[in-house]
């Protein structure tokens, strides 16, 4: 069974950080683009980052550029999403996605193939 379970979430106060992990089981992800997306209440489910394949590649939404680094680590099938300088605005459930489109760049959630189930990030002002 081919599951992304993410973790790390939590509160935290604005300015403060936040590594959001996801980790990979029941194929290899190791050649999969994986993103990061998120959705705050009320709204719908945004795109904020994601790496291709090697990690050569990683693109990011406006919003966070600068504040947030996506990055993997493929021998333990696991992605991350650092997440610095905080703000109230940052408030959603962040899910983790795969794609097998090794170099996918979109911010489609179309474009991304395997879900997590999501984790909780509040950010207190």
């Known amino acids: 069974q081919v599951q992304l379970v993410e973790s790390g979430g939590g509160l935290v106060q604005a300015g403060g950080s936040l590594r959001l992990s996801c980790a990979a089981s029941?194929?290899?992800?190791?050649?999969?683009?994986m993103g990061w997306f998120r959705q705050a209440p009320g709204k719908e489910r945004e795109w904020v980052a994601t790496?291709?394949?090697?990690?050569?590649?990683?693109y990011y939404v406006d919003s966070v550029k600068g504040r947030f680094t996506i990055s993997r680590d493929n021998a333990k099938n696991t992605v991350y999403l650092q997440m610095n300088s905080l703000k109230p605005e940052d408030t959603a459930v962040y899910y983790c996605?795969?794609?097998?489109?090794?170099?996918?760049?979109?911010?489609?959630?179309?474009?991304?193939?395997?879900w997590g189930q999501g984790t909780q990030v509040t950010v207190s002002s």
């Open positions: 029941g194929r290899t992800f190791s050649r999969d683009a």
């Open positions: 996605a795969a794609s097998l489109n090794p170099y996918e760049r979109t911010s489609r959630l179309g474009g991304y193939d395997y």
């Open positions: 790496i291709t394949w090697s990690g050569v590649n990683t």
